[in-house]
């Protein structure tokens, strides 16, 4: 059996962009990226604070410390420069590959700075 699991994700990221006119997408900043552990051209999950809206597609990067965050094609009608986003990546995993799992969390400021880098280690929890 394979679950699919958080393996990355961006947490709290403003947009900066949106393209209708774009076949469609989000562009990142690379460095961000590399920090949540999104390959280009894997498919991540975003998900709007302000109005609850979701669209998966696939990441492509801009240029590392551009802080760009931009909706390309039609999710741009959805996100709007200055929405706050949360940008997940997910796998699937066997309950072997589960253990060694260490999920990343990038936290980022208003500026798309990185602020810290989590890593988590899957574990139950207490009772």
């Known amino acids: ?15 900066t962009e949106a393209e209708l006119d774009y076949v469609g997408s989000i562009t990142i900043d690379y460095k961000l990226m590399k920090e949540a552990d999104i390959k280009p051209y894997e498919m991540v ?11 998966k597609t ?28 949360i940008i997940l990546s997910m796998g699937h995993f066997t309950d072997d590959e589960i253990e060694y799992l260490k999920p990343k969390v990038v936290f980022v400021d208003e500026k798309n700075e990185i602020t810290s880098v989590e890593e988590h280690d899957l574990h139950w929890p207490d009772k």
């Open 58 to 85: 696939y990441a492509i990067p801009a240029p590392e410390g551009s802080k760009r965050i931009c909706l390309n094609g039609p999710p741009a009608n959805l996100f709007s420069p200055d929405d706050i986003v």
């Open 1 to 15: 059996m394979q679950r699919l699991m958080c393996k990355g994700k961006i947490h709290r990221a403003t947009v």
């Open 45 to 55: 999950q975003i998900a709007n604070i302000k109005n609850a809206a979701r669209w």
